[in-house]
């Protein structure tokens, strides 16, 4: 690992050792707060144990972390940017079975040299009723890669800086389920994508521990 990233991932290992800031401070830019939130969990069968992984590694410019684009098929995530993960199925574990697992599976890249930090707050996405745990993970480089074609239409290495930077916030017009209308929500702009959704909750909460306001 480069320095840059050493001194990250002890950032990192020590922040998600203390209490994680949780998604109140971006959830007051989507215009809705957590209780509405809750009441929709509240008022749905129970959820789908889910993780993602969110894997941060060294280039040659510095610290990046992967995301990826789904296809425009396989349900209501299609067409969206997210970290690689899925459902908890029966075989796995735990959890971070599950991330690693989904790792291999849709970025087609092994798990070896993979160091998991911690996890970031829990997720509730009520469209999929999933209840996500994102991990969050280092290693040296990414390596070799082969994506599932079926699920993944393109991965997407975005430059950690420029998710981190004070101004990244962007706003864009989504068609959001839950509230079944569309509407303004906030994300992170990644290679001309809006990353929005759980997968900018997710950020927003990384950004929080690395001590940056959203």
Do not use: C, N
């Not at 990233?5 to 949780?22: K, M, V």
């Not at 991990?135 to 290495?157: H, K, M, N």
Request: no cysteine; glycine share 8%.
């Amino acid at each position: 690992m480069t320095p840059g990233l050493i001194a990250l991932r002890q950032r990192l290992a020590e922040a998600l050792r203390g209490p994680l800031p949780g998604h109140a401070a971006f959830l007051a830019h989507a215009g809705y707060s957590r209780s509405e939130l809750q009441r929709i969990f509240d008022s749905t069968d129970r959820p789908r144990e889910s993780a993602v992984l969110a894997l941060i590694y060294d280039r040659d410019d510095g610290p990046h972390i992967l995301l990826m684009l789904r296809t425009d098929e396989g349900g209501v995530h299609a067409g969206q940017v997210s970290f690689p993960g899925g459902r908890k199925e029966s075989d796995d574990p735990d959890l971070r079975a599950t991330a690693l697992r989904e790792f291999r599976e849709e970025i087609g890249a092994p798990t070896d040299g993979i160091e998991v930090l911690g996890t970031l707050s829990q997720v509730f996405i009520p469209p999929s009723r999933s209840l996500i745990t994102p991990f969050v993970a280092v290693r040296s480089t990414l390596g070799p890669t082969s994506p599932q074609a079926s699920e993944v239409r393109a991965l997407i290495e975005a430059p950690l800086s420029k998710l981190l930077a004070p101004d990244a916030l962007r706003m864009g017009e989504r068609y959001v389920q839950a509230l079944d209308r569309r509407t303004q929500v906030p994300g992170f702009e990644v290679q001309g994508h809006l990353v929005w959704g759980a997968t900018a909750m997710m950020i927003a909460e990384l950004r929080e521990l690395l001590h940056v306001r959203t």
